[in-house]
């Protein structure tokens, strides 16, 4: 019997050291689920998702409760567990929140998102006219410029676009000057690593 003891004791120590590696596994993995819960709340709120993500909610809220009532928790194991559902608690805190929100009509990104849709339309049908179809050209000729620029360099580059627009305004007004009558094109050129506006100047009547 005295023989068979120590064996035993070992035995139970590498069992309860492999329950401890289920658990930690088993964190891994609710934490994930928490971050994609998290996600998918986010997407319902600002209108991506057309329902809350219930079924993923009921399963987290579900495997937190039965891991806290898990045995053979270690220290470090008990408290990663607790900051993950504190995590989860605050988080849940917010979403019946806006949950809340949402069905009295008073939460505020869906009011931004009425508004958004109000200056939307507004703008689709000021890109009907001259002046929105000029505005709409520019802002491609800019988005183009950068990412032009971007490629070239490898980096991310802060352009302020009302900067854009003056040199791009002052540019057309020097060439009006000395062409009245002519139609302007811009275009973006790459020519030995360095990104430029090409301006063309076509006078009325003239073949493309």
Do not use: C
Not at 15 to 39: S, V
């Amino acid at each position: 019997m005295a023989e068979t003891l120590p064996k035993d004791r070992a035995g139970l120590k590498a069992k309860d050291a492999e329950q401890r590696r289920d658990l930690r596994a088993e964190l891994d993995a609710i934490e994930a689920r928490l971050a994609e819960l998290k996600m998918q709340y986010e997407q319902y709120f600002s209108g991506v998702l057309p329902l809350p993500p219930d079924r993923l909610h009921t399963e987290v809220k579900r495997t937190l409760r039965n891991l806290m009532k898990a045995p053979f928790r270690n220290s470090a194991i008990n408290y990663r567990l607790r900051a993950i559902d504190g995590r989860y608690q605050t988080f849940n805190t917010y979403w019946q929140r806006v949950l809340k929100q949402r069905e009295e009509g008073t939460y505020s990104r869906d009011l931004f998102k009425a508004a958004l849709r109000e200056k939307q339309s507004f703008e689709e049908a000021r890109s009907q006219t001259a002046v929105g179809a000029a505005e709409k050209g520019l802002h491609t000729l800019f988005n183009s410029y950068r990412t032009a620029l971007e490629k070239q360099t490898g980096k991310k580059h802060n352009l302020d676009y009302e900067s854009f627009e003056k040199s791009v305004l002052q540019r057309a007004k020097d060439y009006r000057q000395k062409n009245p009558e002519a139609k302007l094109s811009f275009k973006v050129v790459v020519k030995e690593g360095k990104v430029s506006l090409q301006v063309k100047a076509k006078k009325s009547g003239e073949n493309k």
